[in-house]
């Protein structure tokens, strides 16, 4: 489909084109085929000699096939460093193209993780001997962040603000903070006010830029108030 397309030769003396097996009026012009449009189209085509005897019709077959649609790929996304793996799409014999490539291939690339940024692929797909159009996969390399420095005042007396601390933020990072008896905050630097015992434990604190994250581990412990006895 949207090939230019190529006359049909023939060899012979006089010809003649029909648009049936038999009866009609023939013609000198040799038939053009419109490819805007698949399908099937029937010619016929003969031969006179000189003595003014027509051949039988030869039967010349047409066949438009329509241009395959373009395979289906998802975007990707990767973090700095992180393992990559071959791409993939939905289609039947794949050529990829890129980044920056313009032969194809068959062999799907595997995206390089070492630089952080945005590729471009392409792929396209052939159906009948016939190219589709290009698909576009778009794989994204995003930076890792390193794994937060975590600090608390730990420990700390039963009663007391526990801070917990990350230190050297990094722009356009969030943060999530995980511990003991369902602590969760999401603020850099959270602090628990009149801190109980059950408060004692691991605390773990996640680092999210992008699609990318790195935890972090902190033990905290609050000592329990010893207990307070009055006498007589």
């Given at each position: 489909?949207?090939?230019?397309?190529?006359?049909?030769v023939v060899t012979g003396?006089?010809?003649?084109?029909?648009?049936?097996?038999?009866?009609?009026?023939?013609?000198?012009?040799?038939?053009?085929?419109?490819?805007?449009?698949?399908?099937?189209?029937?010619?016929?085509?003969?031969?006179?000699?000189?003595?003014?005897?027509?051949?039988?019709r030869l039967h010349i077959?047409?066949?438009?096939?329509?241009?395959?649609?373009?395979?289906?790929?998802?975007?990707?996304?990767?973090?700095?460093?992180?393992?990559?793996?071959?791409?993939?799409?939905?289609?039947?014999?794949?050529?990829?193209?890129?980044?920056?490539?313009?032969?194809?291939?068959?062999?799907?690339?595997?995206?390089?993780?070492?630089?952080?940024?945005?590729?471009?692929?392409?792929?396209?797909?052939?159906?009948?001997?016939?190219?589709?159009?290009?698909?576009?996969?778009?794989?994204?390399?995003?930076?890792?962040?390193?794994?937060?420095?975590?600090?608390?005042?730990?420990?700390?007396?039963?009663?007391?603000?526990?801070?917990?601390?990350?230190?050297?933020?990094?722009?356009?990072?969030?943060?999530?903070?995980?511990?003991?008896?369902?602590?969760?905050?999401?603020?850099?630097?959270?602090?628990?006010?009149?801190?109980?015992?059950?408060?004692?434990?691991?605390?773990?604190?996640?680092?999210?830029?992008?699609?990318?994250?790195?935890?972090?581990?902190?033990?905290?412990?609050v000592i329990p108030s010893?207990?307070?006895?009055?006498?007589?």
């Amino acid at each position: 489909q949207y090939e230019p397309f190529v006359r049909i030769v023939v060899t012979g003396t006089n010809i003649l084109w029909y648009t049936t097996l038999g009866g009609g009026a023939g013609t000198a012009v040799a038939p053009v085929v419109n490819t805007s449009l698949p399908g099937i189209s029937d010619y016929y085509v003969s031969q006179t000699d000189t003595l003014g005897c027509e051949s039988h019709r030869l039967h010349i077959h047409v066949v438009v096939y329509a241009r395959p649609a373009a395979p289906v790929a998802a975007p990707l996304h990767y973090c700095q460093y992180s393992p990559s793996f071959l791409l993939t799409a939905a289609g039947s014999a794949l050529i990829w193209y890129g980044p920056g490539v313009t032969a194809g291939s068959g062999i799907p690339p595997i995206p390089s993780t070492a630089l952080t940024g945005i590729y471009d692929y392409y792929v396209t797909q052939t159906i009948n001997g016939c190219v589709s159009d290009s698909a576009l996969v778009v794989v994204t390399v995003d930076s890792t962040p390193g794994p937060p420095a975590v600090l608390s005042n730990s420990p700390v007396c039963e009663g007391d603000t526990l801070h917990l601390l990350s230190v050297s933020p990094t722009a356009g990072v969030s943060y999530l903070w995980l511990g003991p008896a369902a602590f969760t905050d999401t603020r850099q630097n959270p602090f628990i006010q009149n801190v109980l015992p059950a408060a004692s434990g691991i605390y773990t604190l996640t680092v999210t830029l992008g699609s990318c994250s790195a935890t972090a581990f902190l033990t905290v412990s609050v000592i329990p108030s010893p207990p307070l006895t009055v006498g007589a």
